[in-house]
């Protein structure tokens, strides 16, 4: 099974920009969609981006679209979240996570197998 292991969060006015990494280990990151998911204080985990393991097609939530994109670099095992006209409301703790079933792209939180453990980014107006 892979292991995930995020960085990059942080504190960052309203504004600015960040870039999250995650990096894979114990399997290879081509065998894995992948997706970014955020959990504010109080709320549900909510999809914020995906990228399938060929890297084609990318999926975004509404209110991230244009700020955002989502690559991976397969050969470095790592994939990344580029942020930037970050708001308060983008605010939460960001977890990337690894769905081995690569014939469907899902937006689905539960049907992601492996998760790291998260990092905090913190948006302050």
């Known amino acids: 099974q892979v292991q995930l292991v995020e960085s990059g969060g942080g504190l960052v006015q309203a504004g600015g920009s960040l870039r999250l990494s995650c990096a894979a280990s114990?399997?290879?990151?081509?065998?894995?969609?992948m997706g970014w998911f955020r959990q504010a204080p109080g709320k549900e985990r909510e999809f914020v981006a995906g990228?399938?393991?060929?890297?084609?097609?990318?999926r975004y939530v509404d209110s991230v679209k244009g700020r955002f994109t989502i690559s991976r670099d397969n050969a470095r095992n790592t994939m990344y979240l580029q942020m930037n006209s970050l708001k308060p409301e983008d605010t939460a703790v960001y977890y990337c996570?690894?769905?081995?079933?690569?014939?469907?792209?899902?937006?689905?939180?539960?049907?992601?197998?492996?998760w790291g453990q998260g990092t905090q980014v913190t948006v302050s107006s």
């Open positions: 996570a690894a769905d081995p079933k690569t014939w469907t792209m899902t937006t689905a939180a539960r049907e992601y197998a492996y």
């Open positions: 114990g399997r290879t990151l081509s065998s894995y969609n």
């Open positions: 990228i399938p393991w060929s890297g084609g097609s990318t």
